[in-house]
């Protein structure tokens, strides 16, 4: 055991911790109202859009994510003639695909609200619009925040694949180190542990959040 060479190479691990966070959140920003988005569709009356949705879900739920980068990432420079960087190609991909798991997890916190609210924001004067402002939404994303806290892990944890399209994040960076110094099991138990603490926070930081809507 060598851990004590990781010490050098703690400052160049620490930049792909910010890479990781960074693609995270973007990929999430981005697939959160494309995934709103979804939901309505599906919820609507709309056969068209709803049959869109579907299909789009069935689509990136059914297909693995590193075929979904590797289409966009090499096959698509070589249909349109655009290259992208790794970063952009991977925020695209894991954009497209949470949108798809987020969009079931809104969709099945809207319907879970009872009919009977629509019926008392009625009785109470309220417009279409304002009930599900004030009243359906707030309690489907109550229901739906565990689920869409998992599917932030998820991103976090998977973030790694991009690591195979060059990306310089956390777990690439352990590669560089493992090829550099000749030591493997040290690099990749760094890592592991990044992702674990950075999951740990992010678990914390949810419950944090649904104790305090739970009593708002």
């Known amino acids: 055991m060598q851990f004590d060479v990781m010490l050098s190479s703690l400052p160049f691990l620490l930049e792909g911790v910010l890479v990781t966070l960074k693609f995270t959140l973007l990929s999430l920003a981005c697939g959160l109202p494309l995934g709103v988005c979804l939901a309505f569709c599906k919820i609507g009356k709309s056969c068209i859009l709803k049959s869109l949705a579907a299909a789009y879900t069935s689509v990136f739920r059914g297909t693995p994510l590193l075929v979904q980068l590797s289409i966009i990432f090499f096959g698509l420079p070589a249909l349109t003639g655009y290259n992208m960087s790794p ?10 695909n949470s949108a798809a ?3 079931e997890n809104i969709r099945s916190g809207l319907v879970s609200v009872d009919k009977g609210q629509w019926e008392a924001a009625e009785l109470l004067g309220l417009s279409h619009k304002q009930a599900f402002r004030h009243i359906i939404l707030p309690q489907a994303f109550r229901t739906t925040l565990p689920s869409l806290v998992n599917e932030w892990i998820n991103l976090l944890k998977e973030s790694a694949i991009v690591s195979i399209i060059g990306e310089a994040d956390l777990f690439r960076r352990a590669q560089v180190i493992a090829a550099e110094k000749y030591l493997y099991f040290e690099p990749y138990v760094t890592v592991a542990l990044c992702y674990f603490i950075l999951v740990m926070i992010l678990t914390f930081l949810a419950k944090r959040l649904e104790n305090r809507l739970a009593y708002a």
Do not use: D, K, M, P
């Open 87 to 96: 970063f952009v190609a991977g925020v695209l991909t894991f954009s497209l």
């Open 101 to 103: 798991y987020i969009s």
